[in-house]
């Protein structure tokens, strides 16, 4: 109904300016999934309720909605925004980028909330790079899309954790060697036994309380290969924030 006014806890993915006066902004709530507001007046100096729309800021916040558009009306901070480095700053721009991108606007998902607050937080504290990584494999799962990566998906037979495969983002998931010639030419990368440990870690990492493991380069890269080329192939855009990653060196 036009003009109701909604309030709920949100998280800010992405603040941008509209026009001369106001901002336009993007967040995930708790109750409502993702939502996009414009708040008319919020770039003024003079607009201390636009003063608290900061990205990675949680907020208790007040919308009105407008058709299909809200209204900001207000905002009081639950948690400011963390004193992130440029590194981590730069990861968090990707897990924003990430749910913005990977989610629909008002399709709510408490566990989705839970796991974005959790990760903003772990940021901080642990290896931003290894963080964002578990991010993105949980957003998977918990959006339905995550690939296969326990059983060929041409002939459905089971990977032993042994064993080395290769992985096809254009098919969702590993191809044996067995099926491996049925797909060549469709950009097969290889998939150790070892990386699909690592990507198996860090689906059960539990931010509240990170144990420590060990990682090796290699599978690493093999991981951060199969996952965001897996992302492209579900949406077909580039990663903005990662190639800002890239230009950075880190």
């Known amino acids: 109904m ?33 939502v996009r507001f414009t708040a008319f007046g919020g770039r003024s100096t003079n607009n201390v309720k636009g003063r608290v729309l900061q990205t990675f800021s949680e907020l208790e916040l007040e919308l009105v909605e407008a058709g299909h558009f809200y209204r900001f009306r207000n905002a009081q901070f639950i948690n400011l925004p963390y004193g992130y480095d ?5 990861y968090a721009s990707v897990v924003a980028e990430l749910i ?18 959790k990760t903003l937080k772990v940021l901080s504290q642990r290896n931003p790079r290894l963080v964002v990584l578990a991010f993105a494999i949980k957003l998977l799962a918990l959006s339905g899309l995550a690939p296969q990566i326990d059983s060929c ?7 032993e954790p042994d064993e080395d495969a290769y992985f096809s983002p254009l098919q969702g998931g590993l191809i044996c060697k067995e099926c491996k010639t049925e797909f060549t030419g469709q950009g097969l990368a290889d ?14 990492l539990d931010f509240e309380n990170p144990r420590h493991f060990t990682v090796r380069g290699q599978a690493l890269m093999e991981v951060e290969r199969m996952l ?7 949406t077909d855009k ?13």
């Open 153 to 159: 998906v041409s002939c459905s037979a089971l990977i």
């Open 100 to 117: 913005a991108l990977l989610t629909e606007d008002h399709q709510p998902q408490e566990e989705l909330y839970d796991l974005l607050r």
């Open 2 to 34: 036009s003009g109701e006014v909604i309030t709920d806890d949100a998280i800010i993915l992405r603040v941008r300016d509209q026009g001369d006066k106001d901002k336009y902004v993007i967040c995930y709530t708790k109750k409502h999934g993702k």
């Open 228 to 234: 965001y080329k897996f992302i492209y192939f579900q």
């Open 86 to 90: 440029l590194k981590q700053m730069a």
């Open 191 to 204: 998939s150790s036994a070892a990386a699909r440990k690592l990507w198996h870690t860090l689906e059960q």
């Open 238 to 250: 580039n990663l903005q924030s990662l190639e800002f990653l890239q230009q950075l060196g880190i």
